[in-house]
């Protein structure tokens, strides 16, 4: 079993709708949670970060925690196509410097 | 700050040839990794630095493959022999100290292997 598993998709929806993007991971020590955006031919840049169950959020996106079930999301309003890339979550034991990606989710916004 | 700076952004080369890829992190940044990133494998850790002494190697594919940092703005990715599984995208990252601030990636080196 991976440590951390998530929907490469493609997922591909209309501009305006709200996005839903998850991740599972199999070890309660990881701590730290992260969402990573990656366009076409380029490196990953990080969206958002937490180390808490619970919800985060920032602008159109938000960021959600459940550590009882092991399920991160990220959740994106009113999208838009600037939006379509890649989704990669990314987690890591607290302290500890070592990020483990999910395989990423292609997102695809159309006009 | 440039960001971190990875050269070459493409490199082609034939099998059993030996293939350097550089990369210069942020300055500041302690911490440096060396992910690779394949369709079928994802992003994939090869190694760390924590102050330019190799942390974690456990991801380092085989004996063709090692890493340097000679010093705080400088590493390299070497693969000797390169093989035509070796073709992906590298990318090197840095951040400062537990990475609560993320990381920052380069722009990657595309590698084919032919």
């Known amino acids: 079993q991976k440590e951390v598993e998530q929907d490469p998709g493609p997922l591909s929806v209309p501009e305006g709708a709200i996005v839903s993007l998850n991740c599972t991971y199999s070890?309660?020590?990881?701590?730290?949670f992260m969402w990573y955006r990656q366009y076409s031919r380029k490196g990953p840049e990080l969206l958002m970060y937490?180390?808490?169950?619970g919800n985060k959020e920032d602008g159109r996106f938000t960021a959600q925690v459940d550590k009882s079930s092991k399920y991160i999301s990220l959740f994106i309003r009113d999208s838009q196509p600037s939006d379509s890339a890649t989704y990669l979550c990314?987690?890591?034991?607290?302290?500890?410097?070592?990020?483990?990606f999910g395989a990423g989710t292609r997102l695809a916004v159309h006009p | 700050d440039a960001g971190v700076i990875q050269s070459p952004r493409h490199e082609v080369t034939e099998m059993g040839q030996e293939v350097t890829l550089r990369c210069k992190p942020i300055?500041?940044?302690?911490?440096l990794f060396w992910y690779r990133q394949t369709m079928m494998r994802g992003l994939e850790l090869l190694i760390y630095?924590?102050?330019?002494?190799?942390?974690?190697d456990s991801g380092m594919p085989e004996d063709r493959f090692s890493a340097k940092m000679p010093n705080a703005s400088f590493s390299t990715l070497k693969i000797q022999p390169s093989e035509p599984r070796d073709s992906a995208v590298y990318f090197c990252?840095?951040?400062?100290?537990?990475?609560?601030?993320?990381?920052?990636f380069g722009s990657g080196t595309r590698l084919t292997v032919v």
């Open positions: 990314a987690i890591s034991p607290w302290g500890y410097n070592k990020l483990i």
């Open positions: 070890n309660s020590a990881f701590q730290y």
């Open positions: 937490t180390y808490s169950s």
């Open positions: 300055s500041g940044h302690d911490y």
């Open positions: 630095f924590n102050n330019n002494v190799p942390i974690d």
């Open positions: 990252a840095s951040t400062v100290g537990t990475g609560d601030y993320g990381y920052t």
